[in-house]
Nanobody
Framework: EVQLVESGGGLVQPGESLRLSCAAS????????MTWVRRAPGKGHEWVSV????????YYRDSVKGRFTISRDNAKNTLYLQMNSLKPEDTANYYC????????????????????????WGQGTQVTVSS
């Protein structure tokens, strides 16, 4: 059974940090590009960050560049998202997911709707940034 279990969300004040983790099982984690996506209330899913299977190539949406860092530990089957200098507009439910496309450049991947481009999803972890 495929499982992606996110943790690390919570309520923080603007400017604070959170580290999200995603524990994967039931599939060959090291073979997949992985992504963090988010969904804010009343909005659709949006790409936040993507990392390739080996961890050497990454993508960030413009609004999080310089603040968020994606990483992975293939030995532990775990994906991470370090989020610094959080802003109220980062408030959303954050999901980790396995990308279904192999070898597609990230600049092309993120043009696709999230729902059509990921194979496995987690249940999400809520991040709320508010003073």
């Amino acid at each position: 059974e495929v499982q992606l279990v996110e943790s690390g969300g919570g309520l923080v004040q603007p400017g604070e940090s959170l580290r999200l983790s995603c524990a994967a099982s039931g599939f060959l984690f090291s073979n997949y590009d992985m992504t963090w996506v988010r969904r804010a209330p009343g909005k659709g899913h949006e790409w936040v960050s993507v990392i390739n299977s080996g961890g050497g190539d990454t993508y960030y949406r413009d609004s999080v560049k310089g603040r968020f860092t994606i990483s992975r530990d293939n030995a532990k089957n775990t994906l991470y998202l370090q989020m610094n200098s959080l802003k109220p507009e980062d408030t959303a439910n954050y999901y980790c997911a396995a990308v279904s496309y192999k070898g597609l450049a990230f600049r092309l991947l993120v043009l696709k709707a999230v729902e059509t481009a990921v194979e496995y999803w987690g249940q999400g972890t809520q991040v709320t940034v508010s003073s």
